[in-house]
């Protein structure tokens, strides 16, 4: 009864559920049930070993959410290390590392050189001609745009919708690498493809699962629109630039 107890209390306060030592409690069960004659004790038993097992299962979303949701907790960033080659580590110590001591020397001819291009700027006064004016400009928000008319929002949806049914069909087995996905020939293209594929996981079209150990996303996607909840939506940056869309290339024709 005090092992149900504590795994029900757990289950509807929303503890930690690494706090109970399942392996300890699995002992003390085993220790007993050769005591237990009675059908109620037997059943008793029963409900015991299903409430750890629920404790299981709770362990298993526990980690699966703390992995996807990028926290960096002191057993992540210690296996992440230990997964690491030790070049790896020497030349992340070596971007790494500024010396926070520094000589600089401005001398006699560079300052005639700077002299001598101050002279020869236009002046300010002078500089904007020719160039249009600057009113007006700025960006300028998608809702905007669809109102004024540059963007159809048929056509949009259409897109999105067109994007959706590609990765329901390369993602045969459940989830398909973020880069493979939105890989195009061209890095405009690719550009493009992650543009629409972030307002697919924004509208719940399917889902980013990230693994922080081995530095992997993965887009999971829904068979019908799911609304995530504010509480447990996250905001994940992936940086885009032509680098590293030349990797990204490079990976793809290895296989």
């Given at each position: 009864m005090r092992i149900i107890d504590l795994c029900e209390s757990i289950e509807a306060k929303g503890g930690d559920p690494f706090d109970v030592n399942v392996r300890r409690e699995f002992e003390k069960l085993r220790e007993y049930?050769?005591?237990?004659?009675?059908?109620?004790?037997?059943?008793?038993?029963?409900?015991?070993?299903?409430?750890l097992a629920s404790l299981i299962k709770?362990?298993?979303?526990?980690?699966?959410?703390?992995?996807?949701?990028?926290?960096?907790?002191?057993l992540l960033v210690e296996l992440k290390i230990?997964?690491?080659?030790?070049?790896?580590?020497?030349?992340?110590?070596?971007?790494?590392?500024?010396?926070i001591i520094t000589l600089e020397q401005l001398t006699l001819g560079r300052?005639?050189?700077?002299?001598?291009?101050?002279?020869?700027?236009t002046p300010l006064e002078?500089?904007?001609?020719?160039?249009p004016s600057p009113e007006g400009m700025g960006e300028m928000p998608f809702e905007e745009l669809?109102?004024?008319?540059?963007?159809?929002?048929?056509?949009?949806?259409?897109?999105?919708n067109e994007l959706w049914d590609e990765l329901k069909e390369k993602a045969a087995g459940g989830k398909i690498d973020y880069w493979e996905f939105i890989f195009a020939d061209s890095y405009e293209e690719t550009l493009r493809r992650a543009y629409l594929t972030s307002f697919l996981l924004t509208l719940g079209y399917g889902t980013l699962e990230v693994d922080p150990i081995k530095?992997?996303?993965?887009?999971?996607?829904?068979?019908?629109?799911?609304?995530?909840?504010?509480?447990?939506?996250?905001?994940?940056p992936i940086a885009?630039?032509?680098?590293q869309w030349e990797k990204v290339k490079e990976k793809i024709a290895k296989k």
């Open positions: 049930l050769r005591m237990w004659k009675k059908p109620p004790e037997l059943v008793l038993d029963a409900k015991t070993v299903n409430k709770l362990q298993d979303r526990w980690v699966k959410y703390r992995s996807t949701g990028l926290f960096l907790d002191p230990r997964s690491l080659r030790s070049e790896t580590l020497a030349n992340a110590l070596a971007r790494a590392w500024h010396p300052l005639k050189e700077g002299l001598e291009y101050w002279r020869k700027l002078g500089r904007g001609k020719g160039l669809l109102r004024l008319g540059f963007v159809s929002e048929t056509a949009f949806n259409q897109m999105l530095d992997e996303r993965f887009i999971v996607p829904f068979k019908k629109p799911v609304q995530a909840s504010q509480k447990q939506a996250v905001s994940v885009m630039n032509k680098e």
